[in-house]
């Protein structure tokens, strides 16, 4: 399984955010995507999860499931939650289970240690809480793609690396990951993608 | 199908849970109709000829206050994001959206309205036939709130857009509505055939909504 990006064009406004970038992702295999604010990473994220249109431009993800889109065999973590304060945590896990085919939602919990605060609203949460809940819909259903917005933001040293050991698992299993940040992640090996390169090339 | 269930009891829990959801609604639509007649003064018969009229319009600003929250809160935390990327397309979840807003407010409201219409002196004989034309009538005006929701998530302020918008979307269906309602004064026949006219209309917005709406939608998730 094969996620190529060949000569992406993206237009935000009358703006080119970026142009002529190419980018391979192979089973098992962690992009991180590294530049300056306003460079495109969050843009390449949203553009690979179909929400943006390329202005020029291929992607195709290769051994992929023919009758589902990129974005539907995609979990994307972006800076906003998509939690409802006025649900419980668990209450919000059992939505997005629900509603995305069924998952394990005891697992979920699990990932980010947020049992303890299961029956709690999500209102009460912190801002680092209510992005390990973000975080925990990883865990919630299988998807052959992650693509993480600065995943880390906000994370304490525990929850990171319960996200690190999340992200291997999911390599582990064939999984493909594409990931912005500013930080290192600590994951190894991991392909990176230099924006401020690219841009310096043209 | 699990998807639609999934998203319209999370909808009515967060109208139940939430204010601006099934509290406003009833809360402003017995406000109107308490302050009517205090307003118009003790002419009964006056009242009992508006009321019909008096229910629908109340019920139309009542749908029309709660239809920011259809999409609003979903587009600003990221949900509507999340939910394009499941795997449901846009125009199911715009159509539950809508039903699961005609649950929460305009379900409640149609209930409501014919024993509310003591207050404004509604003829007895009316209030079948007003209950049946606003509990129908009431899915038109759900599904144009959830159009005009949809059509003014991105922006800022958009209540006031929404009404600009809709509105002229909303005259058919208050006008039939209206007609269906008052069947007891004007023979039997009117009744049927506005009612049958506002099923029509229904049905039409029960397959333009969800895709106009869905369209919005992706233009402003961009």
Same mark, same amino acid.
């Given at each position: %399984?094969?996620?190529?990006?060949?000569?992406?064009?993206?237009?935000?406004?009358?703006?080119?955010?970026?142009?002529?970038?190419?980018?391979?992702?192979?089973? !098992?295999?962690?992009?991180?995507?590294?530049?300056?604010?306003?460079?495109?990473?969050?843009? /390449?994220?949203?553009?690979?999860?179909?929400?943006?249109?390329?202005?020029?431009?291929?992607?195709?993800?290769?051994?992929?499931?023919?009758?589902?889109?990129?974005?539907?065999?995609?979990?994307?973590?972006?800076?906003?939650?998509?939690?409802?304060?006025?649900?419980?945590?668990?209450?919000?896990?059992?939505?997005?289970?629900?509603?995305?085919?069924?998952?394990?939602?005891?697992?979920?919990?699990?990932?980010?240690?947020?049992?303890?605060?299961?029956?709690?609203?999500?209102?009460?949460?912190?801002?680092?809480?209510?992005?390990?809940?973000?975080?925990?819909?990883?865990?919630?259903?299988?998807?052959?793609?992650?693509?993480?917005?600065?995943?880390?933001?906000?994370?304490?040293?525990?929850?990171?690396?319960?996200?690190?050991?999340? %992200?291997?698992?999911?390599?582990?299993?064939? !999984?493909?990951?594409?990931?912005?940040?500013?930080?290192?992640?600590?994951?190894?090996?991991?392909?990176?993608?230099?924006?401020?390169?690219?841009?310096?090339?043209? | 199908?699990?998807?639609?269930?999934?998203?319209?009891?999370?909808?009515?829990?967060?109208?139940?849970?939430?204010?601006?959801?099934?509290?406003?609604?009833?809360?402003?639509?017995?406000?109107?109709?308490?302050?009517?007649?205090?307003?118009?003064?003790?002419?009964?018969?006056?009242?009992?000829?508006?009321?019909?009229?008096?229910?629908?319009?109340?019920?139309?600003?009542?749908?029309?206050?709660?239809?920011?929250?259809?999409?609003?809160?979903?587009?600003?935390? !990221?949900?509507?994001?999340?939910?394009?990327?499941?795997?449901?397309?846009?125009? %199911?979840?715009?159509?539950?959206?809508?039903?699961?807003?005609?649950?929460?407010?305009? /379900?409640?409201?149609?209930?409501?309205?014919?024993?509310?219409?003591?207050?404004?002196?509604?003829?007895?004989?009316?209030?079948?036939?007003?209950?049946?034309?606003?509990?129908?009538?009431?899915?038109?005006?759900?599904?144009?709130?959830?159009?005009?929701?949809?059509?003014?998530?991105?922006?800022?302020?958009?209540?006031?857009?929404?009404?600009?918008?809709?509105?002229?979307?909303?005259?058919?269906?208050?006008?039939?509505?209206?007609?269906?309602?008052?069947?007891?004064?004007?023979?039997?026949?009117?009744?049927?055939?506005?009612?049958?006219?506002?099923?029509?209309?229904? /049905?039409?917005?029960?397959?333009?909504?969800?895709?106009?709406?869905?369209?919005?939608?992706?233009?402003?998730?961009?």
């Amino acid at each position: %399984m094969k996620l190529v990006g060949k000569d992406l064009t993206c237009e935000r406004g009358e703006r080119v955010v970026f142009k002529g970038l190419d980018f391979a992702v192979g089973a !098992g295999e962690l992009l991180v995507l590294k530049g300056p604010n306003g460079a495109g990473k969050t843009s /390449l994220l949203r553009l690979i999860a179909g929400l943006i249109e390329p202005a020029a431009g291929h992607l195709e993800l290769n051994g992929g499931h023919k009758d589902l889109s990129i974005g539907q065999q995609s979990h994307l973590v972006a800076h906003q939650s998509a939690v409802k304060p006025s649900l419980s945590v668990r209450e919000n896990l059992a939505f997005w289970s629900e509603f995305l085919g069924g998952g394990d939602i005891e697992a979920s919990l699990d990932a980010f240690a947020l049992r303890p605060l299961a029956d709690y609203s999500a209102a009460l949460l912190s801002a680092g809480q209510l992005r390990r809940l973000t975080l925990s819909r990883l865990k919630l259903v299988a998807r052959v793609l992650w693509l993480l917005d600065e995943p880390t933001v906000g994370l304490d040293d525990n929850s990171t690396g319960n996200l690190r050991t999340l %992200m291997q698992d999911q390599l582990d299993r064939g !999984g493909m990951i594409i990931a912005t940040t500013h930080v290192d992640l600590g994951m190894g090996d991991a392909t990176t993608f230099d924006f401020a390169a690219l841009e310096a090339r043209q | 199908m699990s998807v639609l269930k999934a998203l319209i009891r999370r909808d009515l829990m967060l109208a139940w849970r939430q204010g601006g959801g099934t509290g406003t609604a009833l809360g402003f639509f017995l406000t109107v109709v308490v302050l009517l007649p205090l307003g118009i003064g003790p002419d009964q018969a006056l009242l009992q000829r508006i009321a019909p009229g008096a229910l629908w319009i109340a019920l139309l600003l009542s749908v029309l206050l709660s239809a920011e929250r259809i999409f609003q809160p979903d587009y600003d935390d !990221g949900s509507l994001e999340q939910m394009a990327l499941g795997p449901a397309p846009l125009e %199911m979840i715009a159509i539950a959206k809508a039903f699961a807003h005609w649950l929460s407010a305009g /379900l409640p409201l149609a209930i409501a309205a014919p024993l509310l219409g003591f207050l404004l002196n509604l003829d007895p004989a009316l209030i079948l036939p007003l209950g049946i034309a606003m509990l129908i009538g009431s899915l038109a005006l759900s599904l144009l709130a959830c159009l005009g929701a949809a059509i003014t998530v991105g922006l800022r302020r958009g209540g006031m857009l929404v009404s600009l918008l809709i509105l002229p979307l909303y005259i058919p269906a208050l006008i039939f509505g209206v007609s269906a309602s008052t069947a007891g004064q004007a023979g039997p026949d009117i009744t049927s055939s506005s009612l049958l006219i506002l099923i029509a209309i229904v /049905l039409t917005f029960t397959v333009v909504v969800p895709l106009a709406a869905a369209t919005a939608l992706r233009a402003y998730l961009r």
